[in-house]
């Protein structure tokens, strides 16, 4: 799944509580993220000194990079691999240590200088890789993201057959903050240059780039793959690579992306972006709920937002059937009690529509995918006083089995606290301004390279990131070649569909046409 954090801002706004990203929610010329430090002069020494201070005194170093051997069964055969949990040094304008990132790939030998390499990134800010990794692609996996998951459920790691690594080599990456990674430097250089959107993007796309590098891996076919805020960055990343870093990038995978913050936001009371953004997936859990969840069934309300509820939404008061009509479809197709849409005026909110929709079995149905629920700790409360139940039942279990195998299977050995959700890497997060920036730099680096491609993916009852933003996206791109190069699917499921397998191997099945497409 990705709990990214990018839930977040538009549920925090509504004041619904604490999710996450949605993920919910989050070009200097500078070649890195850091070079804040050396404009501020004289104020630079003070901060190197703390940094040094923290470096020397506090934080024992991390072990050396450490491999061992491992298979997989794929497809019916044996596929034999290198698994190595590692660091990448990144550092100031200066030549100084500032931090360390963890990375842990998955490598089958050969040294096959055709074979993709690809780097993934979860989002939040302040989630860790550990979710695209024993999730979605990695060799193991550990099942999470479906109802009745538990905390308490067993930390043990199965063979995943649905990875990617028959197809591609696997690098996934921690932020400063998350997983194991850490900054060096005292808390006020550190959001400077690792909390914020500009200087997240600059010294990611570097470490990318020094992995490549530390390998020998320049010459390879090279894909980034982001979920949540990580969709946020992956088309960032794959710009700066290509116009700040000197590497082309072959592709990129954006799975539930939180790509257009301002579309998304509800500060704009005239907007119907939001209400239209949010309807086709709480259409898509219904239609689940009955069995009749069908491309054919959702084409219906995609159609509808886009065209008589939109008329509808902005006529407002001036036409006395307009809200009486966006009440009468909104409630069929939510299956929410017209009631309580009547009061809405056909606005429904998604803290609303989370609590109101298992209200009569007394559960809270999750952001990431409303049909998977938990009982409400708090039903008779007016507001909801609990956190998300996808996001509380599968950190322990996911913790747990990351930790086990770096520390016992792969035998890199530290005694510091894996982050698997960083809450306060989140909270310090700089923002910046809610603009568009993933999609223009999607499409200049579409537009700078005929030969990229680019797969977008979403779960239909996802409502931290919704599929149809995506969808809204795509069909107002320019005409240059995107119909072929740029893909949008969508499985059943929500934000971690790939907790389905169905979706799971219809999601490798996309991305097995795209990576064969590039060569």
């Not at 793959?225 to 590497?247: F, H």
């Not at 996808?390 to 322990?396: F, N, P, R, V």
């Amino acid at each position: 799944m990705n709990p990214d954090l990018p839930i977040r801002g538009r549920f925090a706004r509504m004041g619904r509580g604490a999710a996450w990203c949605a993920a919910v929610f989050a070009l200097g010329v500078a070649l890195s993220p850091w070079a804040a430090m050396a404009a501020e002069g004289k104020d630079a020494k003070p901060a190197a000194e703390a940094a040094d201070k923290k470096s020397d005194g506090d934080l024992p170093p991390l072990p050396a990079d450490k491999t061992i051997k491992q298979s997989v069964r794929v497809g019916g055969r044996t596929v034999s691999y290198e698994a190595t949990v590692g660091t990448i040094t990144v550092r100031n304008d200066k030549g100084k240590k500032i931090a360390d990132v963890v990375y842990t790939s998955y490598m089958v030998p050969g040294n096959d200088p055709h074979r993709p390499v690809t780097f993934a990134f979860n989002g939040g800010p302040g989630a860790s890789s550990v979710y695209l990794n024993m999730g979605a692609i990695g060799p193991k996996r550990i099942q999470f993201g479906v109802d009745g998951d538990a905390p308490s459920d067993a930390a043990v790691t199965k063979d995943n057959p649905n990875t990617w690594l028959d197809m591609s080599d696997l690098v996934f990456i921690d932020p400063v903050g998350t997983g194991f990674s850490r900054s060096l430097e005292d808390d006020e250089q550190t959001k400077k240059d690792f909390y914020s959107t500009e200087a997240d993007i600059k010294y990611l796309s570097r470490v990318v780039y020094d992995w490549l590098v530390k390998h020998g891996r320049l010459r390879a076919p090279k894909y980034v793959m982001g979920e949540s805020y990580g969709g946020y960055r992956a088309p960032r990343i794959g710009y700066e690579l290509q116009t700040r870093m000197g590497v082309g990038v072959n592709g990129l995978v954006m799975v539930s992306p939180y790509l257009d913050p301002a579309a998304i936001g509800d500060g704009d009371a005239l907007s119907p972006l939001p209400w239209m953004i949010n309807l086709p997936s709480m259409t898509a859990a219904h239609l689940e709920n009955q069995g009749k969840l069908t491309p054919a069934a959702m084409a219906d309300v995609e159609t509808y937002v886009r065209t008589q509820f939109v008329t509808d939404f902005l006529a407002g008061r001036s036409d006395p059937g307009a809200i009486g009509r966006m009440v009468q479809k909104v409630s069929a197709y939510t299956g929410l009690d017209p009631a309580v849409v009547s009061r809405l005026d056909g606005r429904v909110d998604i803290g609303t529509y989370l609590r109101e929709i298992h209200r009569n079995e007394k559960k809270i149905g999750s952001v990431y995918d409303s049909n998977v629920t938990a009982f409400d700790p708090f039903p008779g409360s007016a507001d909801r006083q609990s956190g998300d139940p996808i996001l509380e039942a599968l950190l322990a279990p996911t913790t747990s089995a990351m930790v086990d195998f770096v520390t016992r299977e792969v035998g890199w050995k530290t005694d510091a606290h894996y982050e698997a959700l960083s809450y306060a890497v989140n909270k310090a997060w700089d923002r910046g301004n809610a603009d568009d920036k993933p999609v223009a730099d999607l499409r200049k680096a579409i537009g700078n390279d005929p030969n990229m491609k680019v797969l977008i993916v979403h779960g239909y009852n996802d409502l931290s990131c919704p599929f149809f933003t995506s969808r809204l996206i795509i069909d107002q791109m320019p005409t240059f070649g995107q119909q072929q190069r740029v893909k949008l699917a969508v499985y059943p499921g929500g934000h971690m569909f790939y907790s389905r397998s169905g979706s799971a191997e219809s999601f490798k099945a996309d991305a097995a046409a795209l990576y064969n497409s590039s060569k």
